[in-house]
């Protein structure tokens, strides 16, 4: 009983443990996995994130030519990014800062990405 009371005491006397997080951040740890990004104009809608992704958050629509991520489903895990064939895909390390309402993150591709032709040689 007196060892807790002594605690107790030692506890209320003593500096916070803890941050006060959206006063305090710190900096993220090396090669953290944060927030998931496309790079629209580059991206071909091919799909291959979408069939790759665990948490099934990645929607993929190629007629009418958007891609979208839940961010509250997502997982984090980079699997996404390491089986894009244009690697249009990529991580920032910063998290989303919170908010009081749910957004999707949605990408619309205005144009498609430039087509290779194909020069016959003579």
């Given at each position: 009983m007196f060892d807790m009371t002594r605690t107790i005491i030692e506890n209320f006397f003593s500096k916070a443990h803890t941050r006060l997080y959206?006063?305090?951040?710190?900096?993220p740890f090396p090669n953290v996995r944060g927030n998931l990004?496309?790079?629209?104009?580059?991206?071909?809608l091919c799909g291959m994130c979408q069939k790759k992704c665990p948490s099934q958050c990645i929607t993929v629509d190629k007629g009418a030519k958007t891609w979208q991520v839940d961010p509250?489903?997502?997982v984090?895990?980079?699997?996404?990014?390491?089986?894009?064939?244009?690697?249009c895909l990529y991580m920032e390390s910063p998290h989303r800062k919170p908010t009081a309402e749910k957004i999707m993150?949605?990408?619309?591709?205005?144009?498609?990405?430039?087509?290779?032709?194909?020069t016959a040689e003579k």
């Open positions: 959206p006063l305090q951040t710190r900096e990004f496309n790079n629209i104009e580059e991206c071909i509250y489903a997502c984090y895990c980079g699997i996404c990014v390491e089986n894009c064939p244009v690697n993150n949605q990408m619309v591709q205005v144009k498609g990405p430039e087509k290779k032709k194909k």
